[in-house]
């Protein structure tokens, strides 16, 4: 398999010991969006646990429950119809220790009040696509964001958010966000590039040169990026390192899928990828 490698480290955060149960791989919760606008989150949701997270529960409205129902059967469904409500669960269950919010989620004040409360939780958070909109638009969400998140903007995303960092130089430009955020900034696209904010190397995977995954341009293969970096933090893997090793398994799936490939696919490709790399 060519296209980027993965190091030693980065193998062995994927591994599962004989010893270990569900829950010692992480609980995550993705917020779903209204009916009709479940895709996004399903992908995500179903990434995350292809990906090795032990629990995924996706939370929704009441008249968005019976959509996923007939969606998903390893995933979970959890009634949330208010940020407060989302705050209640979380300090009911710490089990959940992980969340993915944004995807398909909504860009009104009902998105706003689940980032919130999804921010004030402190736990490991990736942030992508209405989020992050929703954090363009409001300093209040801005000001929340913290350490232990992961944005993941692509290029009209980033251009919202750091609106004098648009058209620069892409290392220079992220790293200047993850400094300015306080958070990993990943920012998508055929060269992937990801930031933390105390500074150090900046990653960078770019499938212009090694012609790795050009079919992940299509829609929704975002959002199971966000679902790989999610379950990984579930699993307990660092902000940096999540985003790293996120990304590089989506271009190995990628690869695996081959041209003609849509987003749906990408979670099933993970099994040969992991065989494939001795996981």
């Known amino acids: 398999?060519?296209?980027?490698?993965?190091?030693?480290?980065?193998?062995?955060?994927?591994?599962?010991?004989?010893?270990?149960?569900?829950?010692?791989?992480?609980?995550?919760?993705?917020?779903?969006?209204?009916?009709?606008?479940?895709?996004?989150?399903?992908?995500?949701?179903?990434?995350?646990?292809?990906?090795?997270?032990?629990?995924?529960?996706?939370?929704?409205?009441?008249?968005?429950?019976?959509?996923?129902?007939?969606?998903?059967?390893?995933v979970m469904l959890t009634q949330i119809e208010t940020g407060a409500a989302l705050a209640a669960l979380l300090n009911a269950d710490p089990r959940i220790n992980a969340l993915c919010i944004g995807p398909g989620?909504?860009?009104?004040?009902?998105?706003?009040?689940?980032?919130?409360?999804?921010?004030?939780?402190?736990?490991?958070?990736?942030?992508?696509?209405?989020?992050?909109t929703l954090i363009a638009q409001h300093d209040a969400l801005a000001r929340a964001v913290h350490a232990q998140c992961v944005m993941t903007p692509h290029a009209g995303e980033f251009a919202r958010l750091f609106p004098k960092m648009s058209g620069q130089d892409g290392s220079d430009a992220v790293g200047r966000a993850a400094a300015q955020m306080g958070c990993v900034v990943l920012l998508k696209g055929a060269r992937t590039v990801i930031a933390a904010p105390g500074g150090g190397e900046v990653a960078t995977i770019?499938?212009?040169?090694?012609?790795?995954?050009?079919?992940?341009?299509?829609?929704?293969?975002?959002?199971?990026?966000?679902?790989?970096?999610?379950?990984?933090?579930?699993?307990?893997?660092?902000?940096?390192?999540?985003?790293?090793?996120?990304?590089?398994?989506?271009?190995?799936?990628?690869?695996?899928?081959?041209?003609?490939?849509?987003?749906?696919?990408l979670p099933g490709m993970l099994p040969k990828v992991f065989r494939d790399l001795g996981v």
């Open 1 to 74: 398999m060519t296209g980027p490698m993965l190091t030693a480290k980065q193998i062995g955060l994927l591994r599962k010991h004989p010893h270990q149960h569900k829950y010692d791989h992480g609980h995550l919760l993705v917020l779903s969006g209204p009916r009709y606008q479940t895709g996004a989150a399903r992908l995500a949701a179903v990434a995350a646990l292809r990906v090795g997270a032990g629990l995924v529960t996706m939370g929704a409205t009441e008249r968005t429950l019976p959509e996923l129902a007939a969606h998903l059967t390893e």
């Open 105 to 132: 989620l909504r860009v009104d004040q009902h998105g706003a009040d689940l980032v919130m409360h999804a921010l004030r939780s402190g736990r490991p958070l990736v942030l992508d696509a209405d989020a992050l």
């Open 206 to 265: 770019d499938s212009r040169e090694t012609q790795a995954a050009p079919w992940l341009a299509t829609a929704g293969a975002g959002d199971v990026l966000s679902g790989l970096i999610a379950g990984l933090l579930a699993r307990g893997v660092c902000t940096k390192d999540a985003a790293e090793l996120g990304a590089v398994l989506h271009v190995k799936a990628a690869q695996a899928a081959g041209p003609g490939l849509i987003a749906s696919d």
